[in-house]
């Protein structure tokens, strides 16, 4: 493995109830949870979805010295302002939070319905709307994968931060080609976890734990 790295974990639903004394007992510096999701129904509608675990677990987190972050998961065609309005209706970003992510994920790629200039006009609408509402203007992170950038064209990073997923097994990840380097590498997923009901996603960090201050609120 390539430099110092940092051991953190992303949640959901699919993570069930946590045992965060036991949880955050387990080496762990940061923890990403799901906020919330706009998708459209079989009919058309837009459906706005709260993750109902985030709450609770939002709670918790403060109670703990890990840094915590939460992310909203995007999909194309959906209004951008509308997605980022629900996503501040759902967390809202505070002094010491990491980041807020934008969950850009396999429908960026896989939706032929929607041309991909309005993909990326989507996405740089909502990082330029969010970034006005966050102290200092802060650009958000974006969590991505090499295929759906090369999907959309391979754009330009928007001044964001990298969260890349691969899950390659080797010793650094496989990085879309507008970043040169990433903050944050979900290396494999579904992974079982002490203190965690369900399933968790593991991470890196690309730093020592005191770094992680650079990317928060």
């Not at 989507?122 to 102290?135: C, D, G, N, V």
Request: aromatic share 14%; with cysteine.
């Amino acid at each position: 493995m390539t430099g110092i790295r940092t051991l953190g974990i992303d949640i959901s639903h699919y993570s069930g109830d946590i045992d965060w004394t036991t949880a955050a007992n387990q080496k762990i510096h940061f923890v990403f949870a799901k906020a919330s999701e706009l998708f459209f129904s079989s009919s058309g509608k837009i459906i706005k979805a709260a993750d109902k675990y985030f709450p609770g677990y939002w709670s918790s987190l403060s109670k703990t010295s890990l840094k915590r972050g939460a992310y909203h998961f995007c999909r194309p065609g959906v209004d951008a302002k509308a997605s980022i309005d629900f996503f501040l209706s759902v967390y809202k970003p505070a002094s010491g939070d990491l980041l807020p992510t934008l969950d850009i994920e396999d429908q960026y790629a896989d939706d032929r319905t929607v041309p991909t200039q309005q993909k990326i006009d989507q996405i740089s609408t909502m990082i330029a709307y969010l970034s006005e509402k966050l102290p200092k203007k802060r650009k958000p992170i974006i969590y991505t994968k090499q295929r759906v950038w090369k999907a959309l064209g391979d754009p330009d990073t928007f001044g964001c931060p990298l969260w890349v997923i691969d899950y390659n097994g080797t010793t650094d990840p496989k990085l879309p080609k507008a970043w040169d380097n990433f903050s944050f590498w979900q290396y494999s997923q579904n992974r079982q976890f002490p203190g965690v009901n369900g399933n968790v996603d593991p991470d890196y960090f690309n730093g020592r734990p005191e770094d992680l201050s650079a990317l928060c609120l």
